[in-house]
């Protein structure tokens, strides 16, 4: 995990929480991805899986799960976004967007 977790985009913010590697076959693991996000907006907002990539050497990974929770305004909701990654790759990057603001976040996986 990340030194820094949280990350405002907007009138949200999300929290890395955890993320754990599971194994899988002998060419691909599970990754989840425990996030938290807090919406500070009047109004709802929603915590999606298209909100998330995983970025393995450059390349995009969407995620396998269908996450879509309503956040009420000035509350928070935790959710899990699940990926299936390969092995082999050297570089990975969480690639975090909420309407038109984005950022990458740097992960070490174990």
Request: charged fraction near 25%; charge should be negative; proline fraction near 5%.
């Amino acid at each position: 995990m990340p030194a820094i977790r949280e990350y405002s985009l907007g009138p949200v913010s999300y929290t890395l929480l955890d993320a754990e590697v599971a194994p899988g076959t002998t060419e691909q693991d599970a990754l989840k991805i425990q996030i938290r996000m807090t919406n500070n907006d009047r109004r709802d907002a929603s915590l999606l899986d298209k909100s998330f990539h995983l970025l393995l050497d450059g390349v995009a990974v969407a995620p396998d799960n269908n996450l879509n929770e309503l956040v009420p305004a000035q509350s928070v909701r935790d959710g899990d976004v699940l990926f299936t990654i390969p092995h082999g790759f050297s570089d990975a990057r969480l690639k975090i967007s909420y309407l038109d603001e984005g950022t990458e976040v740097a992960l070490i996986l174990q």
